[in-house]
């Protein structure tokens, strides 16, 4: 199966700052990568898919990059409403699709 | 636009199944597989297998084997997840969710999540 590691696990931040996360598949999983976002009590939102390909509607100071084991999703400048936790997801034909174990992002 | 309506939250015991369903709307329903996910309290997202609309086809996480039994009913655009001996760590959660392609598999539309508690 292919594990999925993220850090950090969280990180406190203030509104307007950059934020980057990172994401680490245990084999290579060229571009076949999701990000999503995830409010209490609410589904995950689809952000980004094929590493770096925004989904419709996704505010653009989102943008994922990577290929292979190592990604990264970056927040260009924080906003209220990003405060949430983020997951990648190893999106390749091979299941489990695992997820990675989150993000946390909260207020400074 | 396209919705995925899943069913309300139940309790049950020990050693019960439980049954939640997902009805679509606002796409060609046997177009796109369907998958399952849940969320234990405070955790994070684990799969359990997906469902081809179209045929009815299965497969499903080696962790959940035995326990899930995916179905869906196309008259009315709906899958089904049942999750048979359950026990209290499957307490969560569970979201039904669409993949769009053929390639990745990634989720675009979700459910609403359907609570799932298991207690004595």
């Known amino acids: 199966d292919i594990q999925m590691t993220q850090s950090p696990s969280s990180v406190s931040a203030s509104v307007g700052d950059r934020v980057t996360i990172t994401c680490r598949a245990s084999q290579g999983i060229s571009s076949w990568l999701a990000w999503y976002q995830q409010k209490p009590g609410k589904a995950p939102k689809l952000l980004i898919y094929a590493a770096s390909t925004l989904e419709s509607g996704v505010p653009s100071r989102f943008s994922g990059s990577g290929s292979g084991t190592d990604f990264t999703l970056t927040i260009s400048s924080l906003q209220p409403e990003d405060f949430a936790t983020y997951y990648c997801?190893?999106?390749?034909?091979?299941?489990?699709?695992?997820f990675g174990p989150g993000t946390k992002v909260d207020i400074k | 636009q396209v919705q995925l309506v899943q069913s309300g939250a139940e309790v049950k015991k020990p050693g019960a199944s439980v049954k939640v369903s997902c009805q679509a709307s606002g796409y060609s329903f046997t177009g796109y597989y369907i998958h399952w996910v849940r969320q234990a309290p405070g955790q994070g997202l684990e799969w359990l297998g997906w469902i081809n609309p179209r045929s009815g086809g299965t497969s499903y996480a080696q962790n959940f084997q035995g326990r899930v039994t995916m179905t869906r009913d196309t008259s009315i655009s709906t899958v089904y997840m049942e999750l048979s001996r359950l026990r209290s760590d499957d307490s969560a959660v569970y979201y039904c969710?669409?993949?769009?392609?053929?390639?990745?598999?990634?989720?675009?539309?979700w459910g609403q999540g359907t609570l799932i508690t298991v207690s004595s």
């Open positions: 997801q190893q999106a390749t034909s091979l299941p489990p699709f695992t």
């Open positions: 969710a669409r993949v769009p392609g053929n390639y990745l598999v990634f989720f675009d539309y």
